[in-house]
């Protein structure tokens, strides 16, 4: 399945490709966009918004008792924005610690000697009152913005420039800086031009290109003195502001040039002690101690001399709020990549070029390396040397998807045969034949370009070489042109020497109390009748191989012979759960075909068999122990689907205590609740890895039932995990049965074993995902599906040569549906580089992002929560601490220049840091972190980009009449318009939320109701209507839900209703419940992170 969006039909793979040759080269990486606005700055000046309005001096707020505020009590009033609810800085970012931040008195000036102790404390603290402009410029002492992407055009009725209903009160609270060093929100200047054009460092290669734009050749005239009038150009406080093309803006509308701003002088600024760092303006290029001002150059604040310029009385500003359409914005990131990539197929002949974002729907034509589909890579572009790598600190990774689902323009990986001589290897490392090995001596000998050791080629394999020294038959041998293709493997691939039986499918049912009341076992059982015909099959075979068994449970288990000599099944009941055995052999696992009418008779008789239980107790292991010793006694490989409701307290192996314990949130114990309570499951895991028994679990928990427990043998055999919380079928149904036959349909490969080579230089030395591993190689899994990653993370351990580059070869060795054994080989070349530029032109954010997050998602489970929030922040400032060190060009401390390529970073970390995981809300229960957890583990590039950056679509803005996808806007409440109805998606969740102002025409077209207020909040279907705006709704949920590997159940949110605070909770660019900061804020915080790493 294409987890792209769709996108303008492209040329057939037949046409010629006239860029080739340069291909990475276009539109990418820097190069200057076709498409970009000639002013990004859009409309920045404009009229002064509603919330910039400073609160009286007196006015503060009691602090909270503590903790994040219940959501039922945290909503916000009639159409506020989020800003307003809390005060802009009111809630502390970063990892919570236990010491609490000193609280001005009400009636002390900010800027007296005792100034606030900066530290991250874990409740929202409110402080005292708004800092006047003289501190803004002290605190903030010559920031300037320059180089901002072009902004995605605001909703209209949403123009930053004019206060609307949305934002009506976000001026009310007294306001601070949330770090200490950035008042109300204000966000360091931006630059993701890579240095001013016409100065280049000398140890780069190829200047790195600024982002769409270009500029002039020499930098533009500097501004002058803050003193005076607001001058063209000038944002906030009298900061310079530097455009992209270091031109002065037009002048702001709200004041126009000349006009005097004045207002009540501050209290003298604070001295600068080490607790509480304000930065002086620093020359360019400059990262030691701080000259002097200059002439003409914004002094460090108002009121101090400015040597050999006029002085002048202080003239405070009211603080301005950053813009947020003047920092880098991931719509508009995403829809530049659509718009310069979708079009072309992506050729991958070419090594170490970067492919098309995974939100771009674009073709892929394998042409010697692995499609982007299969292996996406944090770099493709790696240091030479291990110093190197360790000064940049991006981490080396790649995230694979060895059975990847193609789109149907692109065909499968060839199957290519060797007969019983099988695949050819290099001798030495037992790498497999690839594009990339040398042949040499006319054809009789070939060098290994992983190990370079020199083998002979067999006989039978031996082929002329051409005059480039080439093979004549490189293009009619998939092994030798391809970048992924497959081999059928030899018997001696195969457990034991013989070749493997079908493998088989058992269907494993809680029969407690809870499962018969809620209606769950006679909906599964009616499921299945049906479902069992769409087993998956291999190519055209007519039916599919896998035989079938069914058990039921409750504090025993219930075997079922259904042998199609049978006239009824049989039950065959094991009650010795401390010692578990399969009673049946013969008549337990059948073809489906053969036994219809017993497992039909059988489908219809559980439900009735178990109506009348009151057994409430469940056991869970020996579940799994008796499906693993059935498909033992079988000897063949197969999958067991668990469908459980309840904690297991039974006595039994396996049984479970409830040790849910929210008070450990936030402190060192906290990393136990993500640890299974046993080790006995790990042990059960094992065990099933060597048998190939993989468990897809199915959970319907009315409380606690201890997920991280439970996902241990799912997350271990390499099997799914889907929670139904308070499951009931009117509401969970579609759901359910959705998730269920996706996952009994998808094509799995059974007892796989992956390694992955490299060439000499680089080694893999960890791996993140759901699997198994006995040694430090080889990475075994009892299961893997299409929608299965492992991300592997590679070290040095040698020099790498910048001719040669590096390469990296993924084998999987796995058993069909079919019961064949098969040989799935992914090649990938990347260039080798010893300029960090070229690093940091050739990176990917969105699977950097993948990579942090799962390592900081694997961290919690031996560190508390703060130390891996510090982590994640730390390693993302000495990244651009680095790129500003080494590859900017020398410009003022006060700017933050970002890397094209990495631009989108502190955004994409802020979100992962606000994640349930890393900073839960109140409302989030022990067991969701542990199963979100649990799924990030192994998502893949495009489900992890979605996940943490929800896409936000409104859907009355486009024509009718469209058939494409709405343009998404930026998660955050300023982009709603309460005259108008959005979707909002993540992969699991779906909600359609309606603004209190909207037509009443589109109300009874969506709703079939004749206004807002008759609208059911939480409703979970759209009622099928015929109008064209219903039918285009419906069909968008359709396909948003068909893009993704889990049904996205819809949730109806009215403005203003209860459940708008669940919804807010996906707007990540605001600040969360929790005490997640705001994007805005969050920069700045990186700003100040990276200028103490320079300093």
């Known amino acids: 399945m294409n987890v792209n969006q769709s996108a303008p039909p492209v040329p057939p793979f037949g046409q010629p490709q006239p860029i080739y040759p340069g291909y990475h080269q276009s539109n990418y990486g820097g190069q200057p966009g076709s498409t970009a606005p000639p002013t990004p700055y859009g409309a920045y000046n404009g009229p002064v918004p509603g919330f910039q309005q400073t609160p009286p001096q007196g006015v503060s707020r009691a602090p909270p008792s503590s903790g994040a505020p219940p959501a039922s009590t945290a909503q916000a009033p009639c159409g506020q924005a989020t800003y307003g609810q809390f005060g802009q800085g009111d809630i502390q970012n970063g990892p919570s610690s236990t010491v609490q931040m000193q609280r001005l008195p009400g009636s002390q000036p900010f800027g007296s000697p005792l100034a606030p102790v900066v530290r991250q404390s874990s409740v929202l603290q409110p402080y005292g009152p708004s800092p006047t402009s003289a501190e803004v410029t002290a605190q903030l002492a010559g920031m300037q913005i320059s180089g901002a992407v072009a902004p ?107 006009t005097q701003m004045t207002g009540p002088p501050g209290p003298p600024p604070p001295m600068h002690s080490p607790q509480q760092p304000g930065y002086q303006l620093q020359q360019n290029g400059s990262f030691g101690p701080a000259r002097g001002p200059q002439p003409s ?3 460090p604040y108002p009121g101090a001399p400015t040597f050999g310029s ?41 090594r170490g070029q970067v492919p098309p974002l995974v939100t771009t729907n674009f073709l892929v034509k394998d042409q010697g390396n692995a499609s982007p589909r299969y292996i996406r890579c944090t770099s493709y572009n790696i240091p ?63 060098q290994c370009c992983f190990c370079s050791c020199i083998n002979d080629v067999p006989p039978q394999y031996f082929q002329h070489l051409d005059h480039t020294g080439k093979r004549v038959d490189a293009y009619d041998r998939p092994e030798l042109s391809l970048g992924s293709y497959e081999f059928l493997a030899t018997v001696d691939y195969c457990k034991n020497n013989k070749f493997p039986s079908s493998p088989a499918f058992i269907f494993m049912i809680d029969v407690s109390y809870n499962a018969i009341r809620t209606g769950l076992v006679r909906l599964l059982c009616e499921e299945l009748k049906s479902l069992l015909d769409f087993l998956p099959r291999e190519g055209r075979a007519e039916e599919s191989a896998i035989r079938v068994g069914f058990v039921t449970y409750n504090k025993v288990l219930h075997f079922y012979n259904v042998k199609s000599s049978l006239a009824q099944p049989q039950m065959m009941v094991v009650s010795d759960v401390a010692d578990m055995f399969v009673p049946l052999l013969d008549g337990f696992l059948v073809n489906v075909n053969e036994s219809r009418a017993v497992i039909t008779s059988l489908l219809d008789q559980i439900p009735e068999m178990f ?117 009931q079928v009117e509401n969970d149904q579609e759901r359910f049965l959705s998730d269920l036959r996706r996952d009994v349909q998808k094509i799995v490969g059974f007892d796989a074993v992956m390694r992955v080579r490299t060439s000499t230089g680089i080694r893999a030395v960890d791996f993140f ?47 069909s549906c079919a019961g064949q054994r098969r040989l799935r080989i992914h090649n990938l070349a990347l260039n080798c580089c010893t300029q960090l530029a070229d690093l940091y032109r050739n990176c990917e954010t969105d699977t950097l992002i993948n990579y942090m997050a799962k390592f900081a998602y694997r961290g919690v489970l031996n560190s508390p929560v703060k130390t891996v929030r510090d982590t994640l922040i730390t390693q993302c ?157 419906r069909g968008l949920i359709d396909s948003l839900r068909a893009q993704r590997s889990r049904y996205m159940k819809l949730i109806v949110v009215k403005q203003e209703d209860k459940l708008e605070m669940l919804f807010k909770h996906f707007l990540v660019e605001d600040k969360s419940l929790s005490g997640g900061a705001s994007y805005v804020d969050f920069l700045c915080h990186m700003h100040k992170e990276i200028r103490q790493l320079l300093s």
């Open 152 to 258: 995605a055009p605001p909703a209209s009725g949403l123009g930053y420039g004019t206060p609307t209903s949305l934002a009506s009160a976000s001026g009310s609270f007294p306001n601070s800086g949330l770090y200490g060093s950035y008042p109300q929100g204000q966000a360091p200047p931006l630059s993701q031009a890579h240095g001013h054009p016409g100065v280049q460092p000398p140890q780069r290669s190829v200047p790195p290109q600024p982002s769409s734009f270009i500029p002039p050749a020499s930098g533009g005239p500097r501004m002058p003195s803050v003193t005076g009038p607001l001058l063209p150009g000038q944002g906030f406080g009298g900061l310079p502001v530097s455009q992209p093309n270091h031109v002065s803006s037009p002048p702001p509308q709200a004041l126009p040039p000349g």
């Open 297 to 299: 150059y914004g002094s």
């Open 310 to 350: 006029q002085p002048g009385p202080p003239q405070p500003l009211p603080p301005k709020r950053l813009d947020p359409d003047a920092i880098p914005s991931p719509i508009q990131v995403i829809e530049d990549d659509r718009n310069n990539r979708g079009s072309e197929p992506f050729v991958t002949g070419v």
């Open 384 to 446: 030479c040397t291990s110093d190197m790598a360790k000064q940049a600190q991006v981490p080396l990774a790649a995230v694979i998807k060895p059975l990847a689902r193609l789109p149907p323009e692109e065909a499968s990986p060839y199957v290519v045969d060797h007969g019983e001589s099988g695949p050819l290897r290099c001798n030495r490392c037992k790498a497999y034949m690839c594009p990339f090995m040398q042949f040499i001596e006319g054809g009789r000998r070939f």
């Open 611 to 727: 109506a009348d239980t009151r057994e409430t107790e469940t056991v869970f292991a020996p579940v799994i122990q008796a499906g693993m010793e059935a498909l033992k006694a079988a000897e063949c490989a197969g999958k067991l689907f668990l469908f459980h409701t309840s904690l297991p307290i039974a006595e039994a192996p396996g049984k479970l205590k409830n040790r849910d314990d929210r008070k450990l949130i936030n402190t060192d114990k906290e990393k136990t609740l993500f640890q299974p309570q046993t080790g006995a499951y790990q042990t059960l895991a094992k065990e099933c890895v060597a048998q190939g028994c993989c468990v897809d679990l199915f959970l319907f928990p009315n409380q606690y039932v201890d997920v991280a427990t439970l996902s241990v043998v799912p997350q271990l055999t390499g099997g799914s995990i889907y929670k139904y919380a308070c499951f």
């Open 769 to 815: 995902g759901a699997f198994y591993m006995s040694n430090t190689t080889d990475v075994e899994l009892a299961g893997l599906d299409g929608d299965k990653t492992v991300t592997v993370e590679f070290k040095h351990d040698d020099r790498l040569n910048e001719e040669s580059g590096a390469l990296l070869q993924c084998a999987l060795l796995y058993t």
């Open 877 to 1033: 400032a000495q990244i651009l601490a680095c790129y500003r060190k080494n590859c900017a060009s020398p410009s003022s401390a006060g700017q933050l220049i970002l890397p094209e390529c990495m631009k989108l970073l502190p955004v994409y970390l802020n979100c992962v840091l606000k994640s349930d995981v890393l900073q839960p809300g109140a409302e989030v229960t022990t067991d969701d972190r542990a199963y979100v957890r649990q799924l990030v583990t192994s998502m893949d590039v495009a489900e992890t980009n979605v996940f943490f950056y929800p896409r936000l679509l409104p859907l009355t803005k486009s024509p009718i009449e469209s058939t494409t996808e709405p343009p998404a806007v930026r998660a955050s409440e300023e982009r709603l318009s309460n005259g108008d109805i959005y979707l909002l998606e993540n992969g699991l969740n779906l909600f359609l939320w309606v603004g209190a102002s909207v037509q009443q025409g589109v109300v009874q077209s969506l709703f079939n109701v004749s206004s807002f207020s008759q609208i059911s909040s939480g409703l979970s279907v759209l009622p099928v209507l015929d109008n064209p705006l219903s039918t285009k709704v």
